[in-house]
């Protein structure tokens, strides 16, 4: 495999179906070995408010006691993956669900305690098994990959989706031209969250830092960005935000509507 192309869509994207359809029309459509992650955060928490479970947010990342580890288990492991597999199935492409579990995909570590906050049952990503995924791309499989990982002890973690997103990226960066897509309802980085025309098209390390510490980027975006950049840094050729559906225009020359790294 000389590219792969790995996506990870969240936002409000999982909870619309129309807009999920669009989504995954056109990722159905791009050619070559491609990964997809996805998120679904918006529905866990509303699955969490009908069982009466607390949310508590910190930074953009999810605080997961046991209940909230159930909720999250079901939504993220059950109803989004396996919908969004056969979703893709629908549109004749082999894709096949998966969480970091499954042959040892993603094994964390579980987060400890920081500036005393106990994140709960939440898991940082230390190793990817890239030969399993190497060996499903080289089948033609199209990895389907919930957020949910393990720490080799027999529990399941709450890990942000941004984050397996880059670790993947980054993990098949050593043997591929991988480019790394973050697909969501808007276009890309706003300068104003409400005016699309506000679109920042190319934001360098630097750029994001000072509009990080003077907190004119929106608090969700963090994990994003945070994990973009890394994944530029450990060696993905290209790293962008984009809108959920103009996938299909990624691969038009001059096509600049969407938030490139540098």
């Known amino acids: ?3 792969i192309t790995v996506i990870k869509i969240g936002g409000k994207v999982l909870n619309q179906q129309p807009l999920l359809d669009e989504f995954l029309l056109q990722f159905s ?3 070559g070995a491609k990964v997809l992650v996805h998120g679904g955060g918006i529905l866990a928490t509303q699955l969490a408010e009908r069982m009466g479970v607390n949310v508590h947010m910190k930074e953009g ?5 046991s209940d909230m580890r159930d909720v999250v288990v079901m939504m993220y492991g059950g109803l989004v993956n396996k919908t969004v597999v056969a979703n893709l199935q629908s549109k004749g492409c082999p894709a ?3 969480t970091g579990a499954d042959a040892n995909l ?3 570590t579980k987060r400890p305690p920081i500036d005393g906050l106990d994140y709960g049952w939440v898991g940082d990503p230390a190793s990817v098994n890239h030969s399993f995924l190497q060996l499903l791309l080289q089948t033609g499989m199209v990895p389907v990959i919930a957020p949910l990982t393990h720490e080799g002890e027999g529990n399941l973690l709450n890990t942000n989706a941004d984050t397996i997103a880059r670790f993947i990226a980054s993990s098949l960066a050593q043997y591929a031209k991988v480019k790394l897509y973050y697909a969501f309802e808007l276009p890309g980085v706003l300068e104003e969250i409400t ?8 934001l360098e390390r630097t750029q994001y830092q000072v509009a990080k510490e003077t907190g004119s980027i929106n608090e969700g975006m963090i994990p994003k960005l ?12 290209e ?3 984009v809108q959920y559906d103009q996938l299909e225009y990624l691969k038009e020359e001059g096509f600049d509507a969407y938030t490139r790294l540098h």
């Open 239 to 241: 790293v962008a935000l």
């Open 226 to 237: 945070d994990n973009a950049f890394a994944a530029k840094e450990a060696g993905v050729a």
């Open 61 to 65: 990342r999810r605080i997961t006691d």
């Open 29 to 31: 459509e791009l050619e």
């Open 195 to 202: 005016k699309k025309e506000s679109l920042i098209k190319s």
């Open 96 to 98: 096949i669900g998966l």
């Open 1 to 3: 495999m000389d590219s």
């Open 106 to 108: 993603i094994h964390s």
